[in-house]
């Protein structure tokens, strides 16, 4: 197919995707750290009995010659190593985030991205091995297509889940770092936006589940998987979005077109949200800060959790539609949507980890029953704040009654670390996160050099992709 057949966003996205321009330091330093936390948050997930389960059942084209799959001492053809990869980094729910009309996770992307350089590699046996500069230069790109498609396209408001736009944006990533032609680039596009798209229903109650774990690194190897069909030849749909009645932005957009609504740079990496310290929900970052400040100014003055009457919550209207939740919590992925429970733990042992979402704490009574007492509602103000371009907070107060005090006891927080206006104060936090997310790993003793590796843009960027991933697993 010529490449002006095709619909003018798609042209738009894979010529982006493919410009040759570099970037300056500090975005590449940024895209660094987006690396750093990926990984550690992928080597976290391996110990995790969930995702264990389900990595160790995926594992249809082993291969002591494949795809070195972080974490892990598998080798995996490309497809299964991309689901592996982006599955693992998303499963903790501990990775960047990207708040918008969408909300996503540009890192889903990773997966995808890595097992397509690191198989370009194994099917040139080695030749011309694709460095991680490259790898670095498309994972900015991939952000920026994510991130920026998801500043006026909702799906969620369709019921559609938001890994829609990682299967795009890792299609045509793929694409570009396995070599092939625009042309072929857009066939793989193409053939993403008529592909069937996930429903919803497993982030919410009463279905929420595991799925939302894994779903992101079904999105990336399925982009992948249609770069490898691209490939080989197979034909694209050039009028996908825009064929009258069959086309995306007819049938699943209800005739709303899919748009760009600024130019793509770099501005979603320069843009990132962080998750540091704790494994948050986004909407709830700030929450579980204020809640675990609130515990030590509790303890100061010789309070403690069981006098505590109710909390109230003033959150955004986002907050409330994603993880406002009550009711009989069934699942770690149930708990991490929970705001009432995230607040809880924060507030009986000042802190929120990985673990807290499991038992023992998962069934401890007090526990239980701080999170009865709270309730949250919608602050308009807040969601003013969150939609304004200007100021994207994030913003949550909670209030506290204790038994035999009159006032309540208050913290409001508009900024979680992780944000953008907070920048300079998280990149020791995010090596801190990285040396705990390595802490039950093999890893664990090398976390210092390995930080100092991928933090470094002498040391990382001339290395190949397959030196990369070697890293980070092991036989």
């Not at 002591?64 to 299964?80: D, K, W």
């Not at 693992?88 to 996503?104: P, S």
């Not at 086309?247 to 843009?271: E, H, K, W, Y």
């Not at 104060?425 to 995010?430: G, I, K, M, S, T």
């Amino acid at each position: 197919m010529a490449h002006a057949e095709f619909d003018k966003i798609m042209i738009e996205l894979v010529d982006y995707a493919y410009e040759q321009a570099t970037f300056d330091n500090e975005t590449l330093h940024l895209a660094r750290f987006c690396l750093l936390d990926s990984i550690g948050c992928a080597i976290a997930a391996s110990t995790d009995p969930d995702c264990s389960r389900l990595m160790r059942s995926v594992q249809f084209s082993k291969n002591n010659q494949g795809v070195p799959v972080v974490g892990t001492a598998l080798r995996l053809g490309p497809i299964e190593a991309a689901f592996q990869i982006s599955s693992m980094i998303r499963w903790l729910e501990f990775n960047d985030t990207w708040l918008a009309q969408e909300w996503g996770h540009p890192s889903d992307n990773l997966g995808a991205i890595l097992a397509a350089a690191a198989w370009r590699n194994l099917s040139n046996n080695n030749q011309s091995a694709v460095s991680m500069t490259a790898v670095l230069n498309t994972m900015i790109r991939a952000y920026e297509i994510h991130g920026v498609l998801c500043l006026s396209n909702c799906f969620n408001e369709l019921g559609i889940d938001h890994v829609v736009l990682v299967k795009i944006a890792s299609a045509i990533a793929a694409a570009q770092i396995l070599g092939l032609s625009k042309d072929q680039a857009l066939s793989a596009l193409s053939n993403v936006i008529i592909d069937g798209h996930s429903l919803r229903t497993y982030r919410h109650a009463p279905n929420a589940g595991t799925r939302k774990s894994w779903a992101a690194g079904d999105a990336a190897a399925r982009g992948l998987q249609f770069a490898l069909f691209a490939q080989t030849g197979e034909m694209g749909y050039p009028t996908a979005l825009t064929a009258n009645r069959w086309g995306f932005d007819d049938a699943v957009l209800r005739g709303q077109p899919l748009n760009l609504t600024r130019n793509l740079s770099d501005f979603v990496i320069r843009n990132i949200l962080f998750k540091v310290p704790n494994p948050a929900e986004y909407h709830a970052q700030t929450a579980v800060e204020a809640a675990i400040l609130l515990r030590k100014r509790m303890l100061s003055e010789g309070l403690s959790p069981e006098s505590i009457e109710y909390v109230r919550v003033e959150t955004t209207r986002p907050a409330i539609q994603i993880i406002d939740k009550y009711g009989i919590l069934n699942n770690s992925a149930d708990r991490d949507h929970c705001l009432q429970y995230m607040i809880a733990v924060g507030l009986q042992t000042g802190n929120l980890t990985i673990k807290d979402f499991h038992e023992p704490l998962a069934s401890d009574p007090q526990l239980e029953a701080i999170r009865q007492k709270i309730t949250c509602a919608e602050r308009p103000s807040f969601t003013e704040s969150y939609y304004d371009p200007e100021k994207r907070a994030i913003s949550n107060a909670l209030y506290i009654k204790f038994r035999g005090i009159t006032e309540e006891v208050s913290e409001l927080i508009e900024y979680p670390l992780g944000h953008v206006r907070r920048r300079e104060e998280c990149f020791d936090a995010l090596l801190k996160k990285f040396h705990l997310n390595l802490s039950d790993s093999p890893l664990r003793d090398q976390a210092g050099i390995l930080a100092d590796t991928l933090t470094s843009g002498e040391k990382l960027d001339a290395m190949s992709v397959a030196d990369f991933l070697k890293l980070f697993s092991w036989d």
